[in-house]
C-alpha cells in the first residue's frame, strides 16, 4: 500500500462546479497534510496546509482532514478553468518528510 | 523576499558523467529538501538537510549524494549518470523541518543522453 494514495483522475468538471480531490494515507503518525497545486511545466505551489481534523477553508479552498478515517481532501468552488492543473497532496511521513501522492489532473471546461 | 533560486534550470549530461545541482533557499530558511519527479513515479523524496546535516534520507542508490552549507544553500550531486536519472530534480525550503510549510523552487530539468 502507498503512503499516500490520490484518486485516480484524471478529474473533469465545468465552469462554476465544485471540485472534489481525495487521498488517503496509510501512516497514523502522520500529523500534518499539504495540498500543492502544479501546473505543466512548472514546480508544484503550495496552496493549503491542514493539521487538525475538520475542515480548514481559505477563499474558494477548502481542506478537510479525518485522522480517523485517514482521509484528507480538497474541495475548490466555483471552479475556473485557471484552476485547471495537478493537485498534490502530501503528507508529514515517518521522519518529517513529505511523501507525496501520484496527483490528480483536474480540468475546469469553460 | 526572494523564492527558493535553483541552477542551473536545465541541463544535458551524458551517461556515466556527474553532476552538481544547486539550491538556495528562501531566506531564513534552514530545511532544504530534494525530490526527483518523473512522469511515471511522481515526486520522489531524496533527501532532506536542516543545519548541515542530513535528518532524512529517501530509497535512492548511492549515486545520489547532498550536502548543506553553513548559509543553508544546498547541493545535490549525482555520480555516474543512468538514462532513467533524467528527471526534474525539485529542492523544497522550510523555516524548520518538514512539518511545516515547504515552497518548492522551479527545479533543474536533468536530461541523460
Known amino acids: 500500500q502507498k503512503e499516500v494514495e490520490q484518486n485516480s483522475g484524471p478529474l473533469s468538471v465545468p465552469e462554476g462546479a465544485i471540485a472534489s480531490l481525495n487521498c488517503t494515507y496509510s501512516?497514523?503518525?502522520?500529523?500534518?497534510f499539504f495540498w500543492y497545486r502544479q501546473y505543466s511545466g512548472k514546480s508544484p505551489e503550495l496552496i493549503m496546509f491542514i493539521y487538525s481534523n475538520g475542515d480548514k477553508e481559505d477563499g474558494r479552498f477548502t481542506a478537510q482532514l479525518n485522522k480517523a478515517s485517514q482521509y484528507v481532501s480538497l474541495l475548490i468552488r466555483d471552479s475556473q478553468p485557471s484552476d485547471s492543473a495537478t493537485y498534490l497532496c502530501?503528507?508529514?511521513?515517518?521522519?518529517?518528510?513529505?511523501?507525496f501522492g501520484e496527483g490528480t489532473q483536474l480540468t475546469v471546461n469553460p | 523576499k526572494a523564492g527558493v533560486t535553483q541552477t542551473p534550470r536545465y541541463l544535458i549530461k551524458t551517461r556515466g558523467q556527474q553532476v552538481t545541482l544547486s539550491c538556495s533557499p528562501i531566506s531564513g530558511h534552514r530545511s532544504v529538501s530534494w525530490y526527483q519527479q518523473t512522469p511515471g513515479q511522481g515526486l520522489q523524496f531524496l533527501f532532506e538537510?536542516?543545519?548541515?546535516?542530513?535528518?532524512n534520507k529517501g530509497n535512492f542508490p548511492g549515486r545520489f549524494s547532498g550536502r548543506q552549507f553553513s548559509n543553508s544553500r544546498s547541493e545535490m550531486n549525482v555520480s555516474t549518470l543512468e538514462l532513467g536519472d533524467s528527471a526534474l530534480y525539485l529542492c523544497?525550503?522550510?523555516?524548520?523541518?518538514?512539518?511545516?510549510?515547504?515552497?518548492f523552487g522551479q527545479g533543474t530539468r536533468l536530461t541523460v543522453v
Open positions: 538537510y536542516f543545519s548541515e546535516t542530513q535528518r
Open positions: 501512516d497514523r503518525g502522520s500529523q500534518s
Open positions: 523544497a525550503s522550510s523555516q524548520t523541518i518538514m512539518n511545516t510549510e515547504a515552497f
Open positions: 502530501a503528507g508529514e511521513t515517518s521522519g518529517s518528510r513529505l511523501t
